[in-house]
């Protein structure tokens, strides 16, 4: 089952404050529930966000800001990699509804309890599904959808190209053949003989059936 462990409590309205007050400071070495304090959010349910980071793929197990993250700071990709790191973190759920970022929490539940066999009590569904549902929110969708058609438009492209017509090149070079002019060399090993008249009538054969222009 590919469904982050990580989710909050509470605080669920937060979720986009946090993102945007990520993108106005540097990342840390180690992203704690230390920096998370630092950034001005002080409750519990707040540092319950850092583990949601480390679910969607900005933190590795160590809390180091990953590639991803980085990639975030950027503000033309910031949403866009948030969509991203939903996308891979909760790939169970995108294989059974590829808009799952569409649905609404009472089907993000029926689903989740599908994917966890019913295992998970009902107020843990309710929170994973109410952190996913406040994370989705705050992607940019449109835009991920966007990149990944030109990606798929980009290698129909290159499909294309790598496809060669060669019905072409055989089309002139017939045209060529037809315009040639054949020139035919005739070699004749004439016998050996002292008598004039054998000569005499070779030629006139020759002259008979190949005659000269």
């Known amino acids: 089952m590919s469904l982050p462990t990580s989710y909050m409590t509470g605080s669920f309205s937060k979720i986009p404050q946090y993102f945007d007050t990520m993108l106005t400071a540097k990342a840390p070495d180690k992203f704690t529930t230390k920096f998370m304090v630092d950034l001005g959010f002080t409750s519990s349910n707040d540092r319950q966000f850092v583990n949601v980071l480390k679910a969607i793929g900005?933190?590795?197990?160590?809390?180091?800001?990953?590639?991803?993250?980085?990639?975030?700071?950027d503000q033309s990709f910031s949403k866009q990699m948030v969509a991203e790191g939903i996308k891979e973190a909760y790939a169970d759920l995108f294989a059974l509804n590829t808009s799952a970022n569409k649905m609404t929490k009472s089907e993000v539940e029926g689903k989740f309890k599908t994917l966890t066999n019913g295992s998970k009590e009902n107020a843990t569904i309710s929170y994973m599904a109410s952190t996913f549902i406040n994370l989705c929110g705050?992607?940019?969708?449109?835009?991920?959808?966007?990149?990944?058609?030109?990606?798929?438009?980009?290698?129909?492209?290159?499909?294309?190209?790598?496809?060669?017509?060669?019905?072409?090149?055989?089309k002139q070079y017939n045209q060529q053949v037809r315009g040639f002019d054949l020139n035919y060399d005739i070699h004749i090993h004439l016998p050996a003989t002292r008598d004039q008249a054998v000569y005499d009538a070779l030629f006139a054969s020759l002259a008979k059936h190949i005659p000269l222009k």
Do not use: C
């Open 58 to 73: 900005f933190l590795d197990d160590a809390g180091t800001p990953t590639e991803r993250y980085f990639k975030f700071l």
């Open 138 to 170: 705050y992607a940019d969708w449109s835009e991920a959808q966007v990149l990944e058609k030109k990606s798929n438009e980009n290698s129909n492209n290159i499909s294309q190209e790598s496809f060669v017509d060669d019905t072409e090149e055989p």
